[in-house]
């Protein structure tokens, strides 16, 4: 039990376009979803928690209106980088945990090239 | 702010080396530590989470123990199967402790565990 999964596993896009990265749980209900950013070698940064059927909360120093993030079901959040540029090119892995459990479980991450 | 240090950075043993990493934590009032294994390319995967000071879990070749300022993870008789990326995370009590979203994870860098044969 407990999966998470990500489409697409990874991306290659032109600089000035949009990305729209999946996060599914396929055997539970998502309450919440993560939504986490990790550059190489470094650990996972977090960019924003999602409710479903709220307003996602963004971190301190992440732009909302360039990672616009939708959770309009109890297991589907999507997160879509907006006009992407270079230096958004990172490893985008999300996480689901039920309402009143603690464990958060991970999706196998999402890698986006910008060129 | 909650802060989370592990070490070390990288750990290289031989298989059947005992050894344990380390998570020194600060948080304003902890509800959980977590600690994860992630492989190159990979989401975390979890493995224990610890509540109280004193509480150990066991795994196959993994115990985790907790005290109140650090938490430990044994590996005892390591495989090379056992190589991958160890990450500790800590949970702080109530909605907005510790940041300002409800579930908030605040990862360690993590400590890379390479098992030679």
């Known amino acids: 039990g407990a999966v998470v999964s990500q489409h697409p596993s990874w991306v290659i896009c032109k600089s000035g376009t949009s990305v729209k990265i999946e996060c599914r749980s396929l055997?539970?209900?998502?309450?919440?979803m993560f939504w986490y950013r990790q550059f190489p070698k470094q650990s996972l940064m977090l960019m924003a928690t999602?409710?479903?059927?709220?307003?996602?909360?963004?971190e301190q120093g992440v732009e909302k209106d360039k990672f616009l993030i939708n959770h309009a079901s109890l297991t589907l959040s999507t997160l879509t980088v907006t006009s992407a540029h270079p230096e958004d090119s990172s490893f985008y892995i999300c996480?689901?945990?039920?309402?009143?459990?603690?464990?958060?479980?991970f999706g196998p991450g999402t890698r986006l090239t910008v060129l | 702010e909650d802060q989370v240090t592990q070490s070390p950075e990288a750990l290289r043993l031989q298989e059947g080396e005992s050894s344990s990493l380390n998570c020194s934590y600060t948080?304003?009032?902890?509800?959980?530590l977590f600690w994860y294994r992630q492989d190159p390319g990979k989401g975390p995967e979890f493995l224990f989470t610890?509540?109280?000071a004193g509480e150990e879990k066991e795994k196959e070749r993994l115990k985790a123990t907790l005290t109140k300022k650090e938490s430990f993870l044994h590996i005892t008789a390591p495989k090379p199967e056992d190589s991958a990326t160890y990450l500790c995370?800590?949970?702080?009590?109530?909605?907005?402790?510790?940041?300002?979203?409800?579930?908030?994870?605040?990862f360690g860098q993590g400590t890379i565990l390479t098992v030679h044969p």
């Open positions: 996480s689901a945990r039920t309402s009143g459990d603690n464990e958060q479980f």
């Open positions: 055997d539970f209900q998502a309450t919440t």
């Open positions: 999602s409710n479903e059927g709220s307003k996602a909360t963004y």
């Open positions: 948080v304003s009032g902890l509800r959980g």
């Open positions: 610890l509540y109280s």
């Open positions: 995370a800590v949970q702080a009590l109530g909605p907005n402790a510790g940041g300002t979203s409800y579930g908030k994870l605040t």
